[in-house]
């Protein structure tokens, strides 16, 4: 099992910046890929973007260039530096991990992030 503990949301004002943090446990970390997911209320949840193993990243358009998605091996993290938000940014980010060997993917309980004045 694998399990997922994020943390870093809260409120902020548009134009600033969050970093988001999920540490996973329960399994070797060089096993995981990672990812952020988010979901706005009435939305469809949406890949924001991942990071694989062996550094390959991946944004959705809406956020490149202002966020980041990196992963801190010894740690057991992944993180989501977010920059120039905006209020469409709001969201429940939800960290998610794919097992590579064992082929199933795990799900963190979400954190909120809001973007408002």
């Known amino acids: 099992q694998v399990q997922l503990v994020e943390s870093g949301g809260g409120l902020v004002q548009p134009g600033g910046s969050l970093r988001l943090s999920c540490a996973a446990s329960g399994r070797l970390f060089s096993h995981l890929d990672m990812g952020w997911f988010r979901q706005a209320p009435g939305k469809q949840r949406e890949l924001v973007a991942n990071?694989?193993?062996?550094?390959?990243?991946n944004y959705r358009d809406s956020v490149k260039g202002r966020f980041t998605i990196s992963r801190d091996n010894a740690k057991n993290t992944v993180y989501l530096q977010m920059n120039s938000l905006k209020p469409e940014d709001t969201a429940v980010y939800i960290c998610?991990?794919?097992?590579?060997?064992?082929?199933?993917?795990?799900w963190g309980q979400g954190t909120q992030v809001t973007v408002s004045s």
């Open positions: 998610v991990a794919r097992d590579v060997v064992v082929g199933n993917a795990y």
């Open positions: 990071n694989m193993r062996g550094d390959i990243t």
